[in-house]
């Protein structure tokens, strides 16, 4: 067995280059982070997490997470689907569409959904009549946080699928699979690591959503407060620790995504 070839002092260089970029602008504000939440002491970290408003802000942050993930994991692999197993008419805008979320400002996206279905936007009057009320609502969250994380998962697939091409597929048709057999058993096999990366963005936007959901929600405290805007409003109060301990909670939930999606690569490798 070949021993490794010795590494250059400029590779050494460059290594360690790396871990010390990597410690300083990821690691050292995460320390940041949690040793000001903890400056008083763990109980009153403890007390800032418990308090009502703010466990309702994780609360919500999970929930919506929980609803947006899976809906535009299915949506993405469908709209990856379409554009690469089909060529159609308006194939290349349909593309274009996909990235526009990505390439509008957050704000905006609030501010459009506000004057379609707020009171005085261009749907809110039909949807007062019906009662409907959709703006500063959990429900407006959800549609918002839709839309902004809507292009992940199919950025992640379009390239992938473009790249492997059809033959395993029509192969799996011809030896008599059926269109779900050959969806599970064939592409998805395939495909799963680029829906898990793009779920993780997914994920990784929706909790950490600011611009869009503070212009939909309202921020109403205990109500439709997510975790950012929860922090934020603590910070106005001048509660620094209870910000940070806020704070602290969804670079933990960003961190246990990270672990657990490490854990899922390592497990399918194996």
């Known amino acids: 067995m070949q021993s490794n070839p010795a590494r250059s002092p400029a590779e050494y260089a460059l290594i360690s280059l790396a871990f010390i970029l990597s410690a300083l602008f990821l690691l050292v504000p995460l320390a940041v982070i949690f040793a000001f939440a903890l400056r008083e002491g763990v109980g009153q970290y403890i007390a800032n997490i418990l308090e009502p408003a703010t466990l309702h802000a994780i609360g919500l942050t999970v929930l919506t997470a929980i609803i947006v993930v899976p809906i535009n994991i ?6 990856a689907w379409l554009v690469t197993r089909f060529q159609f008419r308006g194939r290349e805008l349909l593309i274009t569409m996909i990235e526009i979320p990505a390439a509008v400002s957050p704000i905006v996206a609030g ?32 549609l918002v946080s839709l839309f902004v994380t809507a292009p992940f998962v199919a950025r992640e697939l379009i390239p992938l699928m473009q790249q492997q091409g059809t033959e395993d597929e029509e192969a799996a048709l011809s030896l008599g699979a059926n269109g779900w057999q050959m969806f599970w058993f064939v592409t998805l096999p395939n495909i799963r690591w680029a829906i898990l990366y793009g779920a993780v963005l997914t994920n990784a936007r929706v909790m950490g959503e600011f611009g869009a959901v503070s212009v939909v929600s309202g921020s109403i405290r205990g109500q439709t407060n997510t975790l950012p805007l929860q922090i934020t409003q603590l910070f106005n109060d001048f509660n620094v620790t209870g910000a940070f301990a806020a704070s602290s909670t969804l670079a933990f939930i960003a961190v246990l995504t990270i672990v657990l999606k490490a854990a899922l690569e390592r497990h399918g490798r194996q």
Do not use: D, H, R, S
């Open 74 to 79: 299915v949506v993405g692999v469908c709209l």
């Open 111 to 142: 501010v459009v959904y506000l004057f379609l279905y707020g009171g005085q936007g261009l749907l809110g009057p039909a949807l007062q009549a019906m009662n409907i009320q959709l703006m500063f609502t959990v429900t407006a969250i959800i």
